[in-house]
């Protein structure tokens, strides 16, 4: 009997097919190392320097993908659930399994179920292919013709390991849930090695029906488990409870971690320098296979994962000892001093604060105190004063352009006349505010900026309250800072990502320092002296350690801030504690919120590593120094050992006039202020009306604009309307100290001042 035409015409029109899908996947096969090459998970692996995993992040939103998953490392149970549920005879055919598509066609001619005809192999190459993916409709005759010949195409390239591998990383199981890892992550929350017969035949049971009820999953994963263990009783009403429970499951947060800061960060940095370099990588040559591997693994940091989780445990364990006090929030970070690496980065207490998401590494606050040693080494390197200059504690009312600035210590008390080694590590304010007089608040904020620290505004908006840390800085520049004064004044960036090892420069190729490095030497060494802090802080104080190291604390205002930030031989460390709200603590000291914390990471990092002081860079001298006798006629301090820039040493400091200097009588002006506006009052007699000017220093003269006023350490002045230059002479005859003031109004200039009335 002849066929009919309709017939002839369809299997023609098969084979056409067959062989024009054959001919476009026969040049075209992907191999299995390019499949898993380009494999991406929905989250970023974050690790730490030695490849342990410190963060996952979740960088995908439209997906969940985990990891890459070897098919050694998922377990014999999901292997064998699979292969039972989805192709029996996986490891007999070749791609298309004849008999399973005999059955499928008897089963469509008698309108019967049957399990279908698609194999592993076939599902996989329609994973691979886009053309060939299953739509809402399913697939195409098309499609299927191609699937076929894909799968063919598949088995004659690849392993049966290399394909159940594959498949297993690339199915869809559940919503948007794609692979084994986070299937066995998100839903049974361990890893895919680790899942038992029940958990794999709910696996396979999903890949039959992905968004199915879970009473369907459950009667199909108890058909799987029967199949799996035939000698065994299924109590599928058992697994029909735990497959509910499994389903709705979200145990795996790829956001989870000990370093979520951290890793967003350098995840910022990486996307921002692809970016970057977007336009040079398309023409450049493919990346190396070592590149290609951090892909697969993650992204490497310079973090320490067991000191990340020691500083992350130990800041939540203080802060929940200080929850009484009113303080919820914490922050921490540890970089290496030669390198510049980051060793630990706490960007906030986590559950403890109700701003977890604010990274308090970066995030701009208050750092009271903790800038005065900034200043000191500006004011020693630029030969101000040196370690034993004495400097008057005492109230103070300083002019500024807006008015009188008067300066207080922390505990409203004054010491009187303290050396500045003292008033260093006393954390003594009025001497850092007289200090700052003699530096400028504009150049003082000038060497801030150029140490890395974000000001926003000039020095003369902070005016003198620069000295007590008035402007908001980063906990990360800050400590950055305070490496500089540790690596010798050298200022160098800092980085979360390793960089490749740099050969040695020459002495010559060297930055010069930012600070002189025997500046920063001095004020380590007054950092470092538990006795130079005794009045402040006690002999027995939580800032000193069993080995060597430079510490000093801050307090903002209002008690909003509290820092300790220091260094040892190797490693600088920087703590602040207080709340992201900007709420105030309730009773913390520099000793009672950042320092305990500071102080045990510290220990930490030198369990087994010596911590020893440095040496004395060229060109600073040590001299056996004695002070002059005070009020009540005693030594203002005991004699000792101190270090001087080489031409700035004296053995004896004493007072002169009721004023604190140094043996050497250095002249300087201490009112009016550098930039003053004066303004003429109409309503007093010009006659009245004076500015006072102050100095320090033996034998000094003033000049105004270039003429003779007077002399002595305190002058009263007539003013006129103009802008003048102050001038301050020392008894040598050389401009010691100046000043640029300004005066408004009308006024009556005085016959000594060389003009006329008007």
């Known amino acids: 009997m002849k066929p009919a035409p309709f017939a002839l015409s369809r299997k023609s029109l098969a084979a056409l097919l067959i062989a024009a899908a054959w001919a476009h996947t026969a040049g075209a096969v992907v191999s299995f190392e390019e499949v898993k ?6 989250d970023t692996a974050v690790l730490d320097r030695n490849g342990e995993l410190l963060q996952r992040v979740r960088t995908d939103p439209t997906v969940r993908r985990g990891q890459w998953t070897a098919l050694a490392d998922v377990s014999p149970a999901l292997r064998t659930a699979m292969v039972l549920s989805e192709d029996k005879r996986f490891y007999e055919h070749s791609g298309i399994d004849w008999r ?20 592993i192999t076939m599902q ?19 499609q299927k013709i191609g699937q076929t010949v894909a799968a063919a195409q598949l088995e004659r390239n690849w392993r049966k390991d290399q394909i159940l591998e594959a498949y297993l990383n690339t199915v869809p199981f559940r919503g948007e849930i794609v692979g084994i890892d986070a299937l066995s992550r998100t839903l049974f929350g361990k890893a895919p090695s680790g899942l038992d017969a029940r958990e794999a035949s709910v696996a396979a049971a999903l890949v039959r029906a992905p968004n199915a009820k879970p009473a369907a999953v459950a009667q199909r994963a108890c058909e799987v488990l029967r199949t799996m263990e035939p000698q065994q009783k299924t109590d599928c009403e058992a697994l029909d409870m735990f497959t509910s429970a499994a389903v709705q499951r979200r145990a795996f947060e790829p956001n ?29 040559a493919p990346a190396p296979k070592g590149k290609e591997k951090d892909k697969e693994t993650g992204v490497r940091t310079t973090l320490r994962a067991p000191l990340q989780r020691f500083a992350l445990d130990t800041l939540q364990r203080h802060l929940r000892e200080l929850r009484d006090r009113h303080v919820e929030d914490g922050a921490l970070v540890v970089l290496d001093n030669a390198t510049g690496e980051v060793l630990a980065w706490v960007g906030s207490s986590g559950p403890l604060s109700q701003a977890a998401e604010v990274d308090g590494v ?9 800038l005065k040693p900034l200043l000191y080494a500006q004011a020693i390197a630029e030969k101000r004063i040196t370690a034993a200059s004495l400097i008057e504690d005492s109230s103070a009312q300083i002019s500024t352009a807006s008015g009188l600035y008067i300066p207080q210590n922390y505990d409203r008390r004054f010491k009187g006349p303290v050396s500045a080694r003292t008033a260093l590590a006393a954390s003594l304010n009025v001497p850092a505010v007289r200090t700052l007089v003699m530096v400028s608040p504009e150049a003082f904020a000038r060497e801030l900026r150029a140490a890395g620290l974000p000001l926003r505004e000039s020095g003369d908006y902070y005016g003198y309250s620069l000295a007590l840390g008035s402007a908001e800085v980063s906990l990360l520049s800050l400590t950055n800072a305070y490496r500089m004064l540790a690596n010798g004044g050298r200022y160098a960036t800092t980085t979360l990502t390793p960089k490749p090892a740099e050969k040695p420069k020459a002495a010559s190729a060297a930055p010069a320092p930012l600070i002189d490095p025997r500046a920063a030497f001095i004020v380590g060494d007054i950092l470092s002296d538990p006795n130079a802090r005794t009045r402040t802080f006690g002999l027995d104080s939580i800032l000193s350690t069993r080995f060597w190291t430079a510490v000093k604390t801050g307090t903002s205002k209002d008690m909003r801030d509290n820092w300790a930030v220091g260094w040892s031989q190797r490693y600088t460390v920087g703590v602040w504690v207080g709340n992201a709200s900007g709420e105030s603590m309730w009773d913390v000291s520099g000793t009672s919120g950042a320092a305990p914390v500071w102080a045990e990471v510290m220990r930490f990092l030198h369990a087994r590593e010596p911590s020893r002081a440095p040496s004395p860079p060229a ?4 001299m056996q120094v004695s002070f002059g006798p005070g009020g009540d006629g005693n030594a203002l301090e005991a004699s000792r050992s101190e270090w001087f820039l080489q031409g700035t040493e004296q053995p004896l400091f004493a007072l002169d006039t009721g004023m604190a200097t140094d043996a050497s009588g250095s002249a300087r002006i201490t009112a009016p202020a550098d930039g003053t506006i004066i303004a003429l009052d109409p309503d007093i007699p010009p006659q009245r009306q004076r500015v006072r000017f102050d100095s320090e220093g033996r034998g000094v003269q003033w000049r105004v604009d270039g003429k003779p006023l007077a002399r002595g350490n305190t002058v009263q002045w007539f003013p006129w309307p103009g802008r003048h230059v102050i001038e301050l002479v020392d008894a040598g005859g050389k401009v010691a100290d100046q000043r640029r003031i300004e005066v408004r109004g009308a006024g009556v200039v005085a016959k000594n001042n060389g003009g006329a009335r008007r």
Do not use: C, K, M, Y
């Not at 996989?124 to 098309?142: A, K, M, P, Q, W």
């Open 37 to 42: 090459r380009d494999f991406r998970s929905s």
């Open 100 to 119: 399973a598509v005999s059955a499928a066609a008897w089963g469509n001619l008698w309108n019967t179920r049957t399990r279908g005809a698609s194999t």
């Open 256 to 284: 989870e971690g000990i370093a979520p800061h951290a890793a967003r960060r350098v995840l910022r940095e990486i996307r921002d320098a692809n970016a970057a370099a977007a336009p040079a990588a398309a023409s450049a």
């Open 124 to 142: 996989l190459s329609g994973l691979l292919d886009d053309d060939l993916r299953r739509s809402s409709g399913g697939r195409s005759f098309t």
């Open 619 to 622: 060109g600073l001298v040590e």
């Open 362 to 370: 970066t995030a701009l606050r208050q750092p009271g105190s903790t």
